[in-house]
Structure formats: structure tokens, C-alpha cells
């Protein structure tokens, strides 16, 4: 769902101390400065896998005010910037760059989100309120789920391996479940492996869409085939909704 990830507040106080709040104001609008509050949103459907809680104290989040060096989110708070008439502001989670966040977490990638406010005054000696919604995030995750069917008639050493361009992420029994992160685009995933004593080898595309996580369930049918399934979970209406398809068809499966 959209959540409202912090709201930052830079006080008089914090700045000048505990003086009286005629003496923080003058001395302000002598500066010729004001402070920014801000208010970031975004939409979610990887939940707490992909970042900690955001709060005003958050360090995975970094502002960026005009042409100034980006801060966290944390440093924003008692800052002072010069008046001016045109402002920008934008914010990003943890890497500044889609690129950068497909590399975190050992290639493993994570979560991003990035977004920019409208254009804004700041005024001597006065907050400016700040609104930014990020959206949904800019990559797609993507995990293995491989079920019990499966892996009981599965000899040691099966994997699924997923690829798109020169990045390949390998899905085994200790990392099946973990969440990798891609680009939008076509994903190739090939299953591998030796199941009933007979050697595996299957490999389809799968076109992922920005801000939505999928789960491949491979499991064994009854009739010594392979049944392959993707469940994913996209933003709808403001809500996080489910969707499983056939892999072989794309006909969507009744839950």
C-alpha cells in the first residue's frame, strides 16, 4: 500500500538553541535563511525484506536540495538554506542510481526508489513544506520457491539461474527464497537439475515491470513432468495485489 515514509520538521530550536523564540526568529531572518519540512510517500509491495522503517532519524534516505551535495535524511533536520524563490528536491533510497542498486547486497540488489519535489520557495526565517511521492520502485524482484514435490524427488545441486543482459543470479536450497533485484525488462530463467533420476533443462522469459515482485514456484507433477508458476504481487488501485500464472500458458491459476 502507499505509505507515508517520514516527515521532517528542521526547528528554529535546533539551530540556535533554547533562546527565546523572538530572539531564534530575528536572528533567522538576519541570516537571511529558512529550513525545509519534508514529507516523502511511496508505494510498497516488497514490505520490510527491502529497507528498515524510515523515520526524520533515517540514514538510507538522502536529499538532495538545489545543487548541494546529498545529505540523509536525518542531517535535513536543522539545516538552513538561503532564501530563494526556485528550489528543487529530490530524494533517492540508499544508491543514487538505478545501476547502483542492482550492485548492493553482493549483486543481490535491493529496492529503489527515487523521487522529485516541485519547484519551491524558501523564505527568511520560515519552513518550507515539502511533498515528494516516489511511486512504486524502479526495479522488479524476483525469487524462487521451490516446492516440496520438488525438492523430494530432486537429486543435490538443482537451481534455477536467472539472467538479464551480463547479470546472473543463481537460486539454489540455501538462497531460493531470497529476493534479487533486475531492471524492467525480459528476464531469462533456467531450471536445472536431475529430478526422478532424469536431467532437467528448462528455460523461459519473463517480462518484468517496474515496482512489482515475482515468485517462481517450480514443483514436480504427478506425472514425472515439471509444473513451473509465477505468482506476482503488483500495485493496484493504491492496494498490493496477487496474480499466479502458468508459466507454460500465462493463463492465470485460480487460487
Do not use: H
Amino acid at each position: 500500500m502507499k505509505k507515508n515514509l517520514f516527515f521532517v520538521a528542521a526547528t528554529l530550536a535546533a539551530m540556535f538553541g533554547t533562546t527565546s523564540c523572538v530572539n531564534e526568529v530575528d536572528m533567522f531572518k538576519y541570516n537571511g535563511k529558512g529550513t525545509i519540512s519534508l514529507n516523502v510517500t511511496n508505494d510498497d509491495v516488497f514490505a520490510v525484506e527491502t529497507r528498515a522503517s524510515v523515520s526524520s532519524t533515517s540514514t538510507d534516505w538522502y536529499v538532495k536540495v538545489n545543487n548541494d551535495a546529498a545529505i540523509t535524511v536525518s542531517a535535513l533536520q536543522g539545516k538552513a538554506y538561503t532564501a530563494s524563490q526556485t528550489n528543487s528536491l529530490s530524494v533517492y533510497y540508499k544508491n543514487a542510481t538505478l545501476a547502483e542498486s542492482l550492485g548492493a547486497n553482493n549483486g543481490w540488489g535491493e529496492a529503489f526508489w527515487s523521487g522529485t519535489s516541485d519547484n519551491f520557495v524558501i523564505e527568511a526565517g520560515k519552513t518550507a513544506s515539502v511533498n515528494v511521492t516516489c511511486g512504486a520502485a524502479q526495479n522488479a524482484a524476483f525469487s524462487v520457491a521451490f516446492n516440496e514435490s520438488f525438492t523430494n524427488v530432486a537429486a543435490e545441486g538443482y537451481k534455477v539461474t536467472a539472467s538479464m543482459s551480463s547479470r546472473s543470479l543463481e537460486y539454489n536450497a540455501g538462497t531460493g527464497t531470497k529476493l534479487g533485484y533486475f531492471e524492467p525488462g525480459t528476464l531469462t530463467y533456467a531450471v536445472s537439475g536431475t529430478v526422478n533420476g532424469k536431467t532437467v533443462n528448462i528455460s523461459k522469459n519473463l517480462t518484468l515491470v517496474a515496482g512489482t515482485k515475482y515468485v517462481l514456484t517450480v514443483k514436480a507433477n504427478t506425472n514425472g513432468t515439471i509444473g513451473l508458476s509465477i505468482t506476482y504481487t503488483e500495485m493496484a488501485d493504491g492496494d498490493a495485489q496477487e496474480v499466479t500464472i502458468d508459466a507454460a500458458t500465462g493463463a492465470e491459476v485460480n487460487p
